[in-house]
Nanobody
């Protein structure tokens, strides 16, 4: 089992940048594929980005491709989401998640979730 805690959210103007972090407990962090999801107010949670546990391959939603970068440091038990050129439509609660099996884009593929961190982008 792994415990996940997100941080780094906040208020930023359109065009700005934020770097989200997800700190994980457990010595087996490197065994999990990791993902970032977001949930705007009143909407369903949606996929943002994911990174594999070994080859470090990545997946991105079309809406963030070219602007967001997911990375991980297994030695520090941390996954990151660098967000550049932020837009108002990026406003949401952002969640990190861990998958036992493999990298995926669906919520049901992930086994553990953090509590979320709020990102608000003003016009």
């Amino acid at each position: 089992q792994v415990q996940l805690v997100e941080s780094g959210g906040g208020l930023v103007q359109a065009g700005g940048s934020l770097r989200l972090s997800c700190a994980a407990s457990g010595r087996t962090f490197g065994s999990y594929a990791m993902g970032w999801f977001r949930q705007p107010p009143g909407k369903e949670r949606e996929f943002v980005a994911a990174i594999s546990r070994n080859v470090y391959s990545t997946l991105y939603a079309d809406s963030v491709k070219g602007r967001f970068t997911i990375s991980r440091d297994n030695a520090k038990n941390t996954v990151y989401l660098q967000m550049n050129s932020l837009k108002p439509e990026d406003t949401a609660a952002y969640y990190c998640a861990a998958a036992v099996r493999r990298i995926a884009t669906t919520l049901g593929s992930y086994d553990y979730w953090g509590q979320g961190t709020q990102v608000t982008v003003s016009s």
